[in-house]
Every structure is written in structure tokens, then in C-alpha cells.
DNA sequence: GTCTATATGTCGATAGAC
DNA sequence: GTCTATCGACATATAGAC
């Protein structure tokens, strides 16, 4: 109804997102109907079929515009840091922290991913987060380059291993709250400097590792 | 009707929780009826509610019986092998293995941990995998107090990382699949090769971890 | 606003093992 | 004869259709 008669070019899209965002993380994709969005976003059925052309093209583009966070975040990670390692302690602590600020929208993305198998999944992986993991494996790459990291693992590995220990955080805290052994639930910057911290002794070149070697 | 007319203490209920396992990994909890889990397991519903006093408790039994499978993964590692680091080797490929091998099993477990927040996350922490990650976490202590592993960090924070490794993995697999840069998408016991690898450069004692600092 | 369908959970009866 | 696994039918709450 009547609200402010904003002509701004994105605002009625920018409002079908913030509605679709909250209702698919509420619920599964088939259990929100357009008509709930819609009246989450106080407009009219007929109008997200203006900006979208159906209920699978909003779902993508809800999910693409979480991704371009986890993007904007490493690129702003190498612009304001100088070493590689550098890079990769602030990044991991952003990027916890963005898990954290927006609890529904990371469900959401795990629910796509575990609900549905394969023909969702592919499609997310060519729009959504394959840019921030390529990314994150150039650091890798440009790190071993410089000699600044060891040059006998594969990057992606690495990159799956941090990124797999904030999500895993993220889902598994409630959990870990309750096991006496746990300190860091509520401490998410301390898990991950623990965390990076372990993976950076093992990823420098200068340590000994002839050791493990069974 | 005339099944064989087995008197094997276990049996109805070894049914039951069958059902209940295939049932509750395809569909969310309200969306499986316990009618669907007795037409399923092939008995009526009254016969549940004889073994299981309410379809929360029929629920509880089948991630209970989940998590004793994963309990008895470490403890065969920790009786087959000596040494600390052997024994970390061994569950994690096993651990893996044991996912992969029952997919749906997981994502009963992950829906759990996911849609309802802390209120069931409480009980499933304390009937369920509680005892794997305590295990877990001794078996880090010791190998610490045997000097086989550093003493600078917390075994929890450890086995965190190796667990969400591993969970990780199993998640992302369909999308990882689709970047060019991860090669072990197909190749879990590659994966866990080198993950393990590089936590142990970290975490045996001898690596000089003093360069890292910035 | 009523009606229908479906959900959880209960009750009393039955059939067979020992 | 008792005990236990099992069943069909029932009570009750609730959500959605129209």
C-alpha cells in the first residue's frame, strides 16, 4: 500500500531478496510459496515476476548474493595485507565472523547443499562460491610462489581445510557449548587464531617434518 | 501376517529403528508420520509405542545408534595401533569411510544439528556423539602427555578440526567436484591423507614454528 | 466458519512361547 | 496361565480447503 514512493532503480528488488533471504532460511525451498514472499515484501505476486522470471531464478539469486560477500571479503583480506599468511589470519577471521552475523542466510546455503543432491549443487557451485574458493586457492598458489608457503600441498586441499573449520564451527557450536572439554564455542576469534595457527605450522616451509613419517 | 515367527529379543525393535532411519533421512522430522515408519517397517504403529514410549524418543534411539557406530571406529584404532599418531591416521580415514558409506545416516544426523537449534542440539550433545569427541580428545591428551604430540594446544580444538574436516568434506563433495582446482573431490582417502598430514607437521613437537610469527 | 484429512498417542483384545 | 509382541479401532488436536 501507500508506502514511500521511492523510484530507486534496485529498492523493489532489493526488498523480494531481504524477503526471500528470510523466508528460505526459515523454511525449505518448496515449503515457501511466492505468495508468502510477497507479503513478507508488502508487494504484490505479480510484481516479483517483474524482476524475476520464476521461483528457481530468485532462489539463485539469493544464494549469489551471499557469495558476493564471502568475495568482497578476500578481495578487502589481500588489498590491506602484505604477506600471504597475513592475508589468510585475517580472512579466516572475517569470515567466521560474517558465518556468525547472518546465522539464517549460511542455513539456507546448507540446506540447498544438503537437501538436494547433485542438480542444485552444480548450479551453486558455477554461480555462487566458486569465485571466493578460486580466489582463496590464488592466495594459496601466489603464497607457495613467494616461497612464503610450503610448495608440497595442494592449495585447494588448504583452502577447503579452512574454510570446512568456520563452517563446521558455525554448525557444530550449539553442540560443542555442552562438552566440558570445549572452551572455544563462545569464542569464535580465539578458535581460529588456534585453528590457523595449526595450520600455518604446518604450512611454512621451515619446519621439520621428516619426523612424521611413520 | 505369517513372517517367521523369530522370538530374537531385538527384533521388532531392530525394525523399527531401520525404518525410522531410512524414513527420517529422506524427510524432516514432522514430516515422517509414525505411521509411515510402521508401514515401512512392515508392523502396526501400536506395536512403536510398545518399544518407544513417543516418536521423540524413537528418534533419539536412531542418532544414538548412529553415534556408537563412530565410538567403536576409535576405539579399533586406538586398540590396532601404538602410536598417537597412528591412531589420529587410522579414525580419520575410517571416520570418512564411515561416512561416505552411509550418506543418508548423516544427513539425519546434520538436519538435526541444523533446523532445530539449541533445544534438541542439548540432548543430542549429551546421548549422542558426546562420547566419540571425548574419546577423541583423550586420545590428543595422551599423545601430548607422551610427548608424541606438542603440548601448546587444546585437544579440542584438534579434534574439532579433524571431525569438520572430515564433515566438511562429505558435504561439499558435489560442489567441490565442479572446481577445477580440487582434484581429490573423488579420492577421500587421498583427502585425508594430506589433511592429516598437514595437521601432524603442525602438531608434532619438532617443527620450529618460531618463524611464523609476524 | 465448518469440514475433512492427517497427526500423535491410547486402549483393550488376541495369539503364541514358555 | 502368564507374559510379551502384536493388532485394529479409537480419542483428540490441528492444519488446510472451500
Request: one cysteine or more; a negative charge.
Amino acid at each position: 500500500m501507500g508506502e514511500l514512493p521511492l523510484t530507486l532503480e534496485g529498492e523493489g528488488r532489493q526488498r523480494i531478496l531481504a524477503a526471500a533471504e528470510k523466508l528460505f532460511s526459515d523454511k525449505a525451498f518448496d515449503a515457501v510459496s511466492m505468495n508468502a514472499i510477497a507479503l513478507q515484501a508488502g508487494i504484490s505476486k505479480a510484481n516479483i515476476y517483474h524482476y524475476f522470471p520464476n521461483k528457481d531464478a530468485l532462489y539463485l539469486a539469493v544464494l549469489r548474493a551471499a557469495s558476493r560477500n564471502l568475495q568482497k571479503l578476500l578481495n578487502d583480506a589481500v588489498d590491506a595485507h602484505g604477506t600471504v599468511v597475513e592475508v589468510l589470519r585475517h580472512f579466516a577471521r572475517c569470515h567466521l565472523q560474517a558465518l556468525l552475523d547472518r546465522p539464517e542466510l549460511v542455513r539456507l546455503v546448507w540446506r540447498e547443499i544438503l537437501e538436494k543432491g547433485a542438480p542444485r549443487a552444480r548450479e551453486f557451485a558455477e554461480q555462487g562460491f566458486a569465485d571466493v574458493f578460486s580466489a582463496l586457492v590464488a592466495v594459496l598458489e601466489s603464497g607457495q610462489a613467494r616461497g612464503e608457503l610450503r610448495a608440497d600441498f595442494a592449495p585447494a586441499l588448504v583452502a577447503t581445510l579452512m574454510l570446512g573449520a568456520n563452517v563446521f564451527f558455525f554448525q557444530s557450536r550449539d553442540i560443542l557449548r555442552h562438552y566440558p572439554a570445549v572452551g572455544f564455542a563462545d569464542d569464535p576469534a580465539g578458535y581460529d587464531a588456534g585453528i590457523v595457527e595449526i595450520l600455518l605450522r604446518g604450512l611454512i616451509p621451515e619446519s621439520s617434518a621428516d619426523t612424521v613419517r611413520a
